[in-house]
């Protein structure tokens, strides 16, 4: 079965600092596709990202960046320079054959 | 202008009762979804519809129902509601299967008494 793991519950950093998030995941399958949300204090739910298993680069946008390895089957968010916006619980989220998985969660505080 | 919408924002029921949560689009989206997140913050995706078919179908129990009168709506329906039932209900919406950006609806809390 598959499964995604956050093992991370809870994170607190100093505003500046950089933070990794880790996710690692388990399947027998070689075509899936990875995710990371963000659910700031207010509540929302925010797509951040979208990976396919195929796709193996690094990306980066702006503070954010995102290493897949598929040979540690892990799919960590990288914030840099964090700031007291930052502070949310972030997922890590699993698709693949019409089952999606996510992870239990990440809370993360910035502290100023 | 509001690009996912749901409402209410907060339901407050009896067990036993039956109540919708209504979700609009106005994106232009292809498929729709409703994702439930629990107490302990716990997230799970219920259903997903694209052009009016379903794909997605957690193992959700059958009193949960969602109807799509057009693309731009996907309800949802639940019957003879329970206290486990309680819990944020999120709708989101996407061009494309879960391959896409997904847009989210703020959220319905469902209190079931």
């Known amino acids: 079965a598959q499964k995604v793991t956050q093992a991370q519950t809870e994170i607190s950093v100093v505003e500046k600092e950089d933070v990794t998030l880790d996710c690692v995941y388990e399947?027998?399958?070689?075509?899936?596709?990875l995710f990371w949300y963000k659910q700031p204090p207010s509540g929302e739910l925010v797509f951040l990202i979208r990976?396919?298993?195929?796709?193996?680069q690094n990306e980066i946008s702006g503070r954010y960046s995102w290493n897949f390895q598929k040979s540690t089957s892990s799919f960590n968010f990288t914030i840099t320079a964090s700031q007291v916006v930052d502070s949310a619980v972030y997922f890590c989220?699993?698709?693949?054959?019409?089952?999606?998985?996510f992870g239990a969660g990440t809370r993360l505080t910035v502290k100023p | 202008d509001t690009a996912v919408s749901q409402t209410p924002k907060y339901l407050v029921t009896q067990m036993g009762n039956d109540k919708s949560i209504k979700c609009e689009q106005n994106?232009?989206?292809?498929?729709m979804y409703w994702y439930k997140q629990d107490s302990k913050k716990f997230l799970k995706i219920m259903f997903s519809?694209?052009?009016?078919?379903?794909?997605i179908n957690e193992t959700v129990p059958n009193r949960f129902s969602p109807k799509s009168p057009d693309k731009a709506h996907l309800n949802l329906h639940i019957n003879s509601l329970e206290l486990g039932d309680s819990a944020v209900y999120f709708c989101?919406?996407?061009?494309?299967?879960?391959?896409?950006?997904?847009?989210f609806g703020p959220g319905t809390r469902l209190t079931v008494l």
């Open positions: 519809y694209n052009n009016k078919e379903l794909i």
């Open positions: 994106l232009g989206h292809d498929t």
């Open positions: 399947t027998r399958d070689t075509t899936y596709y």
């Open positions: 990976r396919n298993s195929f796709d193996e």
């Open positions: 989220a699993f698709y693949n054959n019409n089952d999606m998985r």
């Open positions: 989101a919406s996407s061009r494309g299967h879960l391959y896409n950006e997904q847009f």
